[in-house]
């Protein structure tokens, strides 16, 4: 059985000890943190403030993940920039924020880490982005070690888009980096359903994220809400994946129904199990 779980961005309208003990009372074993401006800003946050919630997530046996893909977190004014893939020097804050969070890792004794590629910038060839790409993560593998798995999750739009784009590097990658696959992805830009993809890449998977979405268009939606099959997707993850990889459902515009959903969703995996 995996470890169900639910990304902080989706209680964003909450305070982050609220939404960690709501979890907890639903059941769930595992939480993805975002830090973002709402929740941990990496800007203003102390490791004492880190400290502080890994601890409260360890008293509410809740496993963590570190998620990285907060909007604006490094440019008001840009989503998702800078990335690793920039044809300047403004890559490097991308990668001094990962390398941050390698370390916030550490404190909250996450196993996992993931992350994307980001867009192509409209200056940059596709070979020297790749370059970029590879020479940013060999760097973080070496800060990993072999206690963090890196898990890089194919992004509708992004460089890495689906899991094809991600197959083209793979055997490029360091040994401790492995795929997150957001389940409602596949229904956007793929050619596997959810269950198949599980099935064909169970041993390298290191992150699953869960979500509803409409096929061919990419908004994040509550289960039933789109056209992901939820009984086979769940019998997949129960079959396949190891008892040691997270499964949190990721529902970043819906925070203010997180209320609801935090146990709607639990019940509704726990159901199907």
């Known amino acids: 059985m995996v470890k169900l779980g639910y990304n902080s961005n989706g209680f964003c309208s909450h305070r982050l000890d609220e939404g960690l003990r709501m979890l907890a009372d639903c059941g769930y074993q595992a939480v993805a943190i975002t830090p973002d401006v709402c929740h941990l800003d990496p800007r203003n946050s102390s490791l ?3 400290a502080a919630t890994a601890r409260l997530c360890q008293k509410l046996g809740l496993e963590v993940v570190l998620e990285t893909g907060a909007r604006y977190i490094l440019d008001a004014q840009r989503k998702h920039r800078p990335n690793l893939l920039e044809p300047d020097e403004s890559r ?37 982005a790749q370059h970029n790409f590879l020479e940013a993560m ?32 793979r055997e ?25 993809a599980i099935e064909l890449y169970k041993n390298e998977i290191v992150a699953i994220q869960l979500d509803d ?19 086979s997707l769940v019998t997949a993850c129960e079959q396949h994946l190891s008892p040691n990889i997270t499964a949190c459902f990721e529902l970043s515009r819906d925070s203010h129904r997180f209320h609801q959903l935090v146990k709607s969703c639990s019940e509704l995996y726990n159901g199907l199990r």
């Open 48 to 50: 004492e403030d880190v």
């Open 92 to 128: 490097m804050s991308r990668l001094r924020f990962l390398q941050q969070m390698l370390e916030w890792c550490e404190i909250f004794e996450a196993k996992t880490i993931s992350l994307w590629s980001g867009v192509l910038p409209a200056a940059q060839a596709p070979s020297q």
């Open 138 to 169: 060999h760097s973080l593998s070496n800060s990993a070690g072999d206690k963090i798995k890196i898990a890089i999750e194919p992004e509708p739009g992004h460089w890495i888009a689906n899991i094809s784009d991600w197959l083209n590097i």
């Open 172 to 196: 490029e990658l360091p040994s401790n980096t492995g795929l997150c696959l957001d389940v409602g992805h596949l229904l956007v830009n793929d050619k596997y359903s959810p269950a198949e």
């Open 213 to 231: 979405m409409r096929r061919g268009e990419h908004t994040h939606c509550a289960p039933g809400e789109g056209d992901v099959d939820w009984p």
